[in-house]
T-cell receptor, first 114, second 113 residues
Framework: GAGVSQSPRYKVAKRGQDVALRCDPISGHVSLFWYQQALGQGPEFLTYFQNEAQLDKSGLPSDRFFAERPEGSVSTLKIQRTQQEDSAVYLC????????????FGPGTRLTVT | DAKTTQPTSMDCAEGRAANLPCNHSTISGNEYVYWYRQIHSQGPQYIIH???NNETNEMASLIITEDRKSSTLILPHATLRDTAVYYC????FGTGANSKLTFGKGITLSVRP
């Protein structure tokens, strides 16, 4: 079956621009996570959704970061007024609700802020 | 901060077993040990998990010490495609916000021909 998809795969933004990154989770997965991965580092948690409810946004680095999942499926991570330190790979994962409770990751969106 | 510590890197010869160690001395009674790997330019991929018993699946084996303070991931016959960063993670089982993954820097495994 289809896995987690993310778009765009690559995004170049000029400093100060707003960007929107999309995540299509596996159909039926209730839980959705966003992670940020800086070059040479492991992914770091940003935010968590259960259906449409954003239950944990403790990892969002600033109020320029905003995430939504209005219908409990597709999610969008928005970054306003991008800064160079926002350059990273943004990963989306959805969680199986049984079995191994493993997270399935998308390929990520590589954001470069110039 | 990650609750696990791993060596920075290791290598092994193709066809040989790769044994990747992990220390998790502060693991709680309700936390499982999960292993993920990340091949270059891809998202992390689940490998295996366990609580206290040894586990095996089609990808790997997981050996957890009796005191649960450390574990070893074993790739029995490493191939070039196993070259990746391997992350050892501890987390509660199940769903919910507590199931978020705390990655460290992982261990870079290089499989040589």
């Amino acid at each position: 079956g289809a896995g987690v998809s993310q778009s765009p795969r690559y995004k170049v933004a000029k400093r100060g621009q707003d960007v929107a990154l999309r995540c299509d989770p596996i159909s039926g997965h209730v839980s959705l996570f966003w992670y940020q991965q800086a070059l040479g580092q492991g992914p770091e948690f940003l935010t968590y959704f259960q259906n449409e409810a954003q239950l944990d946004k403790s990892g969002l680095p600033s109020d320029r970061f905003f995430a939504e999942r209005p219908e409990g499926s597709v999610s969008t991570l928005k970054i306003q007024r991008t800064q160079q330190e926002d350059s990273a790979v943004y990963l989306c994962a959805s969680l199986s609700s049984g079995g191994t409770y493993e997270q399935y990751f998308g390929p990520g969106t590589r954001l470069t802020v110039t | 901060d990650a609750k696990t510590t791993q060596p920075t890197s290791m290598d092994c010869a193709e066809g040989r077993a790769a044994n990747l160690p992990c220390n998790h001395s502060t693991i709680s009674g309700n936390e499982y040990v999960y292993w993920y790997r990340q091949i270059h330019s891809q998202g992390p991929q689940y490998i295996i998990h366990g609580l206290k018993n040894n586990e095996t699946n089609e990808m790997a084996s997981l050996i957890i010490t009796e005191d649960r303070k450390s574990s070893t991931l074993i790739l029995p016959h490493a191939t070039l495609r196993d070259t990746a960063v391997y992350y050892c993670i501890v987390r509660p089982f199940g769903t919910g916000a507590n199931s978020k993954l705390t990655f460290g820097k992982g261990i870079t495994l290089s499989v040589r021909p």
